[in-house]
DNA sequence: TACGATTACGCGCAGCGTAAATATC
DNA sequence: GATATTTACGCTGCGCGTAATCGTA
């Protein structure tokens, strides 16, 4: 069981399709198939249903939903206050430039903040 | 960003040490070293200590082990709920939640099965 | 015919294990 | 030399995309 199918299934039960969701996070369909295939294997329940339009959420699914966005959200915000907490940020700062100086090398940098 | 770094990162805080972890979560040193040094980068922040014995959090490391237990418990939760909603009545219930909001509140709830 | 989901199939990469290297005591 | 992490390297499986297939209106 993994985030990204949570955020999957997420964007599935929100549009109500898979092709919709499928162009919102950028996969195409089949893969997304896959995945709500073996999310509902792997917790042994039937999370919707096929309509000749597009898919429906049931009970599963909804408590599913439900508590997948609970977590996505704890994600993010577990990841932003450990960016913010970092007194140690880590790592070499790469940049672009947008001109090179006359002997290759980019000029010297000024003060850098942390990346978003 | 996946669960199973979240999980794997766990174990390494609570053991101290990489080798320890790698038994409890049955996966070789490497793998987890190449794990964490992964979590790190993705986030932008170092996250432990490399002592002779072993390794030790700091600051942004807490931060995260917090966040990480809380968001593995959710997951469970998620998964049990999920497995227990098949037959069960539905309806409106309180529930507790990991973290409130900035004015005190739980987030919204949606509908739900029952919690044991 | 049109739209949407599923099945089939091939490919690339992430994650793992083994083995060798490095570091500290 | 002992313990512990890191680097190197080959391999397998998962996730993805493309293409073909099925179902319904």
Redo the contacts with the bound molecule.
Sequence with gaps: M?V?QLRYFIAIAEEG???AAAQRV??????L??????LGRDLGVKLLE?S????SLIQSGEVLLSHAREIVTSLETAVESVRQSGAEPMGEVRRSCPKLSDDGQCPPSGPVGHLD
Tied chains: 1, 2.
């Design positions: 993994d990204k399709s898979l092709s950028n996969v195409a369909q089949p893969s198939s896959q995945h709500v295939i073996s096929r000749p339009r597009g898919v």
